[in-house]
Each structure stands twice: as C-alpha cells, then as structure tokens.
C-alpha cells in the first residue's frame, strides 16, 4: 500500500479555497485503496448497529490504521500545501451513505 506523492496544483488550492474541499486526489493505487475499504468495513461492523458513523469524531485516537492512515505522507503534504508546515490534527472522522 504505497502512496502515490505529488503536490496540489494552483488549480485544487483555488478550490479548496472557494469550495472547501478538493477531492478525487491520487494517495493509493487501487490494492491500497482495496485495503483500506477492507478495514474500513471491519471497523463499522465492529460498531453498534444504531450507530450514526457520521457523528463519530476522534478516530485516530482509538484505531490505529486510521491514525496511520492520517499519517500517510502523502495525505500530509496536500495538508501542508493548503495550511503549510505548521499544523496538527485536531479530530478525525468518517462518512458513510449506508451500512451493511
């Protein structure tokens, strides 16, 4: 699961700063994005069933292939890109549109 590394275009920064967000950006070729599907999937069958995942912040603080996962270098410098080097993680969270 080796990232794939390049930088944010002066396009992706413009849109990040008029729409919030960027997406669609290149981090792990299809086997890594595989496996990080696989784990997600164990992750939300080992919680509750009434569990709202949207609402669940803070994971890299109990699971740690999602703190590994927000330290992926690759993740990190489009971060620093748009924030530059001087930042930390506050919260982290995931989305889902269904379950099971």
């Known amino acids: 699961m080796e990232p794939i590394s390049r930088r944010l275009t002066e396009s ?3 849109q990040y700063a008029t729409r919030g967000y ?4 290149p981090v792990f070729d ?3 994005v595989e496996a990080l599907q696989g784990k997600f999937e164990f992750t ?3 919680l ?5 995942i949207n609402l669940v912040n803070n994971w890299h603080k109990a699971n740690r292939w999602f703190y590994d996962l927000c330290r ?4 990190l ?3 620093e890109d748009l924030l530059g080097p001087d930042f ?3 919260g982290a969270s995931s989305f889902a549109s269904c379950r099971g």
Do not use: H, M
């Open 12 to 14: 992706e920064k413009r």
């Open 22 to 25: 960027v997406k669609n950006l």
């Open 30 to 32: 299809s086997a890594g």
């Open 44 to 46: 939300l069958n080992g």
């Open 48 to 52: 509750p069933g009434d569990l709202d």
């Open 72 to 75: 992926t270098p690759a993740i």
């Open 77 to 79: 410098d489009y971060v």
């Open 88 to 90: 930390f993680q506050w």
